[in-house]
């Protein structure tokens, strides 16, 4: 059974938004840091964004600050990644990860969404 769910993927034209949902399953989902990947065909698997355990402190990576946001409500045990005024480059399968600190590789993986920008 998967541990988190990714969800909200889809196309876009550049220019649009779309929010992503983590929806984990994970009893303890609140001591996690959630961190939000991303892989183009052909490439590596990039951090793009990361929230602490309790959301007090979140990073990006450099080609989405001012344009995503990434947020958390424990409660109902789901991180979002708002993404606006998006680009083709973003085009991406988007993960998300429950790890021990932002920008780690390790810990729980969904199955990923893709994202699609079109010029």
């Known amino acids: 059974q998967a541990q988190l769910e990714e969800s909200g993927g889809g196309s876009v034209q550049a220019g649009g938004s779309l929010r992503l949902s983590c929806s984990a399953s994970l009893r303890t989902f609140s001591a996690y840091a959630v961190n939000w990947f991303r892989q183009a065909p052909g490439k590596e698997r990039d951090f793009v964004a990361g929230?602490?355990?309790?959301?007090?402190?979140?990073d990006y990576a450099e080609s989405v600050k001012g344009r995503f946001t990434i947020s958390r409500d424990n409660a109902e045990r789901t991180s979002y990644l708002q993404m606006n005024n998006l680009k083709p480059e973003d085009t991406a399968v988007y993960f998300c990860l429950a790890a021990a600190t932002v920008r780690s590789r390790d810990g729980y993986w969904g199955q990923g969404t893709q994202v699609t920008v079109s010029s």
């Open positions: 929230i602490t355990s309790g959301g007090s402190s979140t």
